[in-house]
């Protein structure tokens, strides 16, 4: 899922998928779904205002790919953090889950600040690469790519919209969208974080 350039896209009609969640727990169930699709050289995106929970739907993210949700911390001040490959199960093969990096934008003013950044080696086809505000990353991100864009619903309620812009993703959300419990609009109580 790598090649350089395009800008966030608007959720295409019946393609993008929109859930709600109404905690902590049923953000990173969300993204534990997410992870457990993924495979080396996908990229997902991630936008939303700020306390939308973007961190903690990539904690469940890497929940799903073998990861322990506490080990991973947003790289707001770093830039980009990279975990090793995750523990070997029957999905990942002999090897192991793949290496996940991430990547926060929160502190860049835009493309021009990130141009030093090696992206041959970010959106590597051997990992597994996820970017917050990656609506400051525009115009560098691979086109092939899931976008997730999380929104304030009310104080303790956020909604989740994936938006496919590949067939790649577009193969992630037919999966999650078949997937059983996936929270779609139902009311909930609690926080996402």
């Known amino acids: 899922m790598a090649t350089p350039h395009s800008a966030l896209r608007t959720p295409q009609s019946g393609k993008a998928l929109e859930l709600t969640s109404g905690s902590v727990e049923e953000t990173q169930a969300i993204g534990e779904r997410i992870g457990r699709l993924l495979?080396?050289?996908?990229?997902?995106?991630?936008?939303?205002?700020?306390?939308?929970?973007?961190?903690?739907?990539?904690?469940?993210?890497a929940r799903g790919l073998g990861r322990e949700p506490e080990a991973i911390?947003?790289?707001?001040?770093?830039?980009?953090?990279?975990?090793?490959?995750?523990?070997?199960?029957?999905?990942?093969?002999?090897?192991?889950?793949?290496?996940?990096?991430?990547?926060d934008g929160y502190r860049l003013e835009g493309a021009p600040a990130v141009t030093w950044i090696d992206f041959e080696t970010i959106f590597s086809p051997r990992k597994v690469t996820v970017i917050e505000w990656a609506e400051r990353f525009e115009g560098l991100l691979p086109d092939d790519r899931l976008e997730?864009?999380?929104?304030?619903?009310?104080?303790?309620?956020?909604?989740?919209?994936?938006?496919p812009v590949s067939p790649r993703a577009e193969e992630l959300v037919a999966s999650l969208r078949g997937a059983p419990s996936m929270p779609t609009g139902q009311p909930a109580n609690g926080s996402t974080g």
């Open 148 to 163: 997730v864009r999380l929104a304030h619903v009310s104080t303790n309620r956020r909604r989740i919209t994936l938006t």
């Open 73 to 103: 911390k947003s790289p707001t001040f770093v830039l980009m953090r990279e975990y090793p490959p995750g523990p070997p199960r029957p999905q990942a093969g002999a090897g192991g889950e793949p290496p996940l990096v991430h990547l």
């Open 39 to 61: 495979r080396p050289g996908d990229v997902v995106a991630l936008s939303g205002e700020l306390g939308t929970g973007k961190t903690t739907l990539i904690q469940g993210l």
